[in-house]
């Protein structure tokens, strides 16, 4: 598992390729190994998981009957959407940057998304603890985590500039593909698995 101060390192590097300084390349291992070791990040997330695990639970209660409650299945299941959410739209970003003749750029995409989910997870923990203890600012948050996300894609959306070059349509479809599928596999697999509340 990377220590803390590599961490740092590659963060650092996302931030100077961010700032579309070419210096941020020095910081990163974007070969296949750095790719398959950037799959640590979900370890690194890990609290952050839980604390969105905790919450998600406490929505679930919500729409149970009084005095109910959810075993180990429950978690479970969330880990399943979890591990689908790292690995199915990366493995869509594979195929397009295969179809597209990119594939060569494949391994800097996905260790650059991996290493950024480590920041944005920490964001949303804050944003989920926040809700969880002051409910009354739960519109705050939504506007809050909207502002996340337009953050999250115009930081991809900059760092992808610099590794994939000045070919606008192409980082725009590699980011939505890494974001849109995400978010229709969770909601698709959540209720299919029976972890929705609602």
Known sequence: MP???????????????FKQDPRGFSFLDL??????????????ALPTIVISFLWWRKAFLETLPS????????FFRLTLVEFANWVVPLV????????????SKFAAVVAISNWMAVPVSYAYAALVL???LVPAV???VAFAWL???????????RIFRMVLGNHVLTIATVTMVLLVPSMILS????????VYPG
């Not at 005095?67 to 429950?74: K, L, R």
């Not at 996300?149 to 991809?156: N, R």
């Open 3 to 17: 220590p803390l101060k590599e961490v740092e390192t590659y963060l650092t590097g996302l931030w100077l390729l």
């Open 31 to 44: 070969s296949d190994r750095g790719a398959l070791r950037s799959f640590w990040a979900a370890v690194w």
């Open 67 to 74: 005095g109910a409650d959810v075993d180990t299945i429950f």
């Open 92 to 103: 869509l970003v594979g195929l397009l940057c295969w179809m597209v003749g990119i594939g």
């Open 130 to 132: 926040l809700m969880m």
């Open 138 to 140: 739960d519109t705050l």
């Open 147 to 157: 502002g996340l996300m337009l953050a999250f894609i115009v930081s991809l959306f």
């Open 187 to 194: 909601e698709f697999l959540e209720r299919y698995l029976g």
